[in-house]
């Protein structure tokens, strides 16, 4: 069965500091996704990663993932307010059925980020 | 304007009487989804569907049905809500079950089973 664990938890860090999130999971998959969710809110998508050694940077965020090590990391660079949320790592879980395949998503317990001044 | 609708967004009910939640897609997406979200466990997938008459159990599809009669409709049915049934549902469509697909998430229906 595969697992998908974040951590921390919780992160509460002030502005201007970096911070790393990490994302583990325990069967071998090809594909990573990071989400966002604002308080109250859906969840948008914030990074595909389809390959071992897959970089993406959007803005202060930075993600990686390493299939070998089956560990994704987000990495939060002088973090401001605005990136306050929980963020969510998934990761595909293949599914052979007898005449199709599909995938799921299988997705961590989140990390809620707090940034404080 | 794409997107992923659920109503009703908000809904309280007593245990036993049945609901559905509706989701509707507009952007021609094959894939569709339901996830509850629990605090501490994160989304957990209850149904899901790969196109028109397609449908399988998600990890927690116990208490639920589902029907995917149109490509673009895919309701979530609770024919007996109980308690543990609280939780926040968020429905999912994507354009193909694999590839590159970003799933798109609707904006949640927060149902409270008394």
């Known amino acids: 069965e595969l697992k998908v664990e974040q951590n921390p938890l919780f992160l509460s860090m002030q502005e201007g500091k970096n911070y790393t999130i990490y994302c583990n999971y325990s069967t071998t998959s090809d594909r990573l996704y990071w989400y966002r969710q604002d308080p109250g809110k859906s969840l948008e998508s914030l990074f595909v990663?389809?390959?071992?050694?897959a970089v993406k940077q959007e803005g202060r965020l930075m993600a990686s993932l390493d299939t070998k090590a089956r560990l994704s990391t987000l990495h939060i660079t002088a973090a401001v307010h605005d990136l306050s949320a929980t963020y969510f790592c998934?990761?595909?879980?293949?599914?052979?059925?007898?005449?199709?395949?599909?995938?799921?998503?299988?997705f961590g317990t989140g990390t809620r980020l707090q940034v404080f001044p | 304007e794409a997107q992923v609708t659920q109503n009703p967004r908000y809904l309280i009910t007593v245990t036993g009487k049945k609901l559905t939640v509706t989701c509707s897609q507009n952007?021609?997406?094959?894939?569709m989804s339901w996830y509850r979200q629990d605090p501490g466990l994160g989304l957990r997938q209850i149904y899901y569907?790969?196109?028109?008459?397609?449908?399988d159990k998600g990890d927690v599809p116990e208490g639920y049905k589902v029907s995917r009669k149109e490509k673009r409709n895919f309701p979530l049915i609770l024919e007996s809500p109980s308690p543990n049934q609280t939780s926040l549902y968020f429905c999912?469509?994507?354009?193909?079950?694999?590839?590159?697909?970003?799933?798109?998430f609707g904006p949640g229906t927060r149902l409270t089973v008394l």
């Open positions: 952007m021609n997406h094959e894939y």
């Open positions: 999912a469509s994507s354009p193909r079950p694999r590839g590159t697909d970003t799933q798109y």
């Open positions: 998934a990761v595909d879980g293949h599914i052979k059925h007898d005449f199709y395949n599909t995938d799921k998503l299988i």
């Open positions: 569907s790969m196109n028109v008459e397609v449908t």
């Open positions: 990663l389809l390959s071992n050694g």
